[in-house]
């Protein structure tokens, strides 16, 4: 099964070696068919703390770091 990849923006850089990060995905409701945006929140593993607030992102799913920390950054944009 291939590795899910997001895009999305730093909203925090305080913890240490972790960034999290917000994707905002957008689908059309089945019954509506209203075009609605839902956004969700990540803990991503940043090895080197160089990314900061506002910074766009592509992150990628590999293996458990933590409880929550489940992605890590691939590329900045």
């Known amino acids: ?11 925090s850089d305080k913890a ?6 917000v ?3 957008k689908y059309q409701h089945p ?3 209203k075009v ?3 956004k969700k929140k ?3 593993h940043d090895e080197k703390n160089k990314h900061k607030n506002g910074d766009k992102v592509s992150i990628i799913e590999c293996k458990p770091y933590s409880k929550n920390k489940k992605y ?3 590329e900045s944009k």
């Open 16 to 21: 240490n070696k972790t960034v999290t990060v």
């Open 23 to 25: 994707v905002e995905r």
């Open 36 to 38: 609605i945006k839902s």
């Open 31 to 33: 019954v509506l068919k």
């Open 42 to 44: 990540y803990n991503v």
């Open 1 to 11: 099964m291939p590795k899910k990849i997001l895009n999305g923006i730093v909203v």
């Open 72 to 74: 890590e950054i691939m």
